[in-house]
């Protein structure tokens, strides 16, 4: 009598199956395909050896969102945003997230009865639209120079310049290399880390096509003074010299100060700033990469910058450095504009300052760091070690990586580059409970540190995010 069998169960095991004894193709394309799960699972879990996001203060850029805004912008990816005839809403939502830019800053063009009156461009971060915003400034010095029909020389045979501080955001070098613009880079000395409205008097002359002037800067997160900086230009251009652009560079605290210090003048309500860039990816609260920049009127964007095309379905105009972009980075930030509102806003900046600047004050009662920025003017913290402890901000930076935490040394730029300094960015995500943990895991490090001193310094320089 023949025994009945039983049939187990078909068995795929997630990782001693065929696809996962081998490995996986890392420079060239595999010949065959690959199971959804299983291609998953590969690439999940070697995104595990990343750091957390979530831990890394060396960055500006949010790492958290609402549940909410996540599926809306899962929602959207598929969406390219200059196929504004194929997706009219998400065009008006983009239309709508510029003209709140806009007003926020206090910009001219802004009508009720017309709801594209605002002169402004969502870009992929600041990166693209400081780019924008210099290449408006160096084609109004050109027209302004002429092209030397007069006999007068044109701008073809004179060279552009840019006066910034040398602790401009990377950005703005690579501007001036792609575009044959000569940078004039003011020096920083120890213990002042912005420019000088007398530095910017002494440098700019007729081939200075703007100053740019920062409202927190990636350094140290200080504001520049700006109100003081365009204050010296406009005596200068009254005084019968030079006539110069101001752009303000207000990636970092372009969302922070209009609801922390409201009553900081930076913005267009000084005549003389014709541009401002911002990154909603920064303390816009928006997951990267989405930035706006926005000018003053018409006026400060040459119409020859502005390209119209109808191979979409539409008449479009595009003013751009990227074609294709997903549209899902402005509907996320579309959502925090609504969700927030100024008053949401103001109250998340309060707290994330508040957080800051209570780590800024553990972080001096320590007795081991000199604070030099205290996360009041934006929620950033920025400080160097005390004296010569026997060990230097790099071995600190380094020994917080062994708790998860990821906190940049950095030297500072040009005339101050002697000075190391540690950077501690406070963002949405980042509760006051997480800011304890980080202070109980300081004071275990420099314990450490104190007790091994002076063995075993970490000279090289740590990863500095932006």
Not at 130 to 140: D, E, F, Q, T
Request: with cysteine; hydrophobic share 40%; glycine share 8%.
């Amino acid at each position: 009598m023949s025994r009945k069998r039983s049939h187990a169960p078909l068995i795929s095991p997630a990782y001693t199956g065929r696809f996962a004894m081998a490995p996986v193709p890392a420079l060239r394309m595999p010949d065959e395909c690959m199971d959804a799960a299983a291609a998953y699972r590969f690439i999940h879990d070697e995104l595990m050896l990343d750091g957390s996001s979530r831990l890394n203060l060396a960055t500006f850029v949010t790492t958290w969102m609402d549940p909410e805004a996540e599926k809306l912008m899962a929602e959207t990816f598929d969406k390219n945003m200059i196929d504004k005839d194929e997706y009219p809403a998400t065009a008006a939502i983009e239309q709508r997230c510029v003209c709140m830019v806009a007003d926020l800053f206090h910009a001219e063009d802004l009508r009720d009865d017309d709801p594209a009156s605002a002169i402004g461009v969502s870009t992929v971060g600041s990166s693209e639209a400081v780019m924008l915003a210099g290449l408006a400034m160096s084609w109004r010095w050109r027209a302004k120079v002429g092209d030397g029909k007069d006999g007068k020389g044109g701008w073809r045979t004179r060279k552009p310049n840019l006066v910034m501080g040398a602790n401009v955001q990377v950005v703005w070098e690579k501007f001036c290399r792609y575009f044959d613009v000569e940078p004039i880079y003011l020096p920083m000395e120890e213990g002042r880390y912005v420019i000088t409205p007398e530095q910017v008097l002494s440098a700019v002359n007729e081939d200075t096509i703007g100053v740019v002037a920062i409202l927190g800067t990636t350094y140290t997160g200080e504001l520049e003074p700006i109100a003081e900086i365009c204050a010296a230009l406009d005596k200068m251009a009254a005084d019968g010299g030079v006539d110069v652009p101001v752009h303000v560079d207000a990636a970092s605290g372009g969302f922070v100060v209009p609801f922390l210090h409201p009553d900081v003048v930076w913005d267009f309500r000084l005549p003389r700033v014709v541009s401002i860039n911002v990154s909603g990816h920064k303390y816009g609260l928006t997951y990267p990469g989405i930035g706006f920049v926005v000018w003053r009127s018409a006026e400060y964007l040459p119409e020859d910058l502005v390209f119209r095309v109808n191979y979409l379905g539409g008449d479009m105009p595009t003013f751009t450095l990227n074609f294709s972009k997903g549209g899902n980075q402005v509907i996320g930030q579309y959502y925090n504009f609504l969700r927030l509102g100024r008053s949401g806003y103001a109250q998340v900046m309060s707290s994330l300052s508040t957080t800051a600047r209570w780590l800024g004050d553990q972080l001096r009662e320590s007795q081991h760091f000199e604070i030099i920025s205290d996360g009041s003017a934006i929620p950033v913290v920025s400080f160097r070690l005390s004296g010569d402890p026997g060990y230097t901000e790099f071995d600190v930076s380094h020994a917080l990586r062994s708790f998860g935490w990821q906190v940049p040394a950095y030297t500072m730029p040009d005339n101050a580059s002697d000075v190391v300094v540690l950077r501690i960015v406070v963002r949405e995500g980042f509760s006051a409970d997480l800011a304890r943990m980080l202070r109980d895991d300081m004071i275990t490090v420099l314990a450490q540190l104190d007790a091994l001193k002076p063995q075993g310094h970490f000279d090289e320089l740590r990863p500095f995010a932006h």
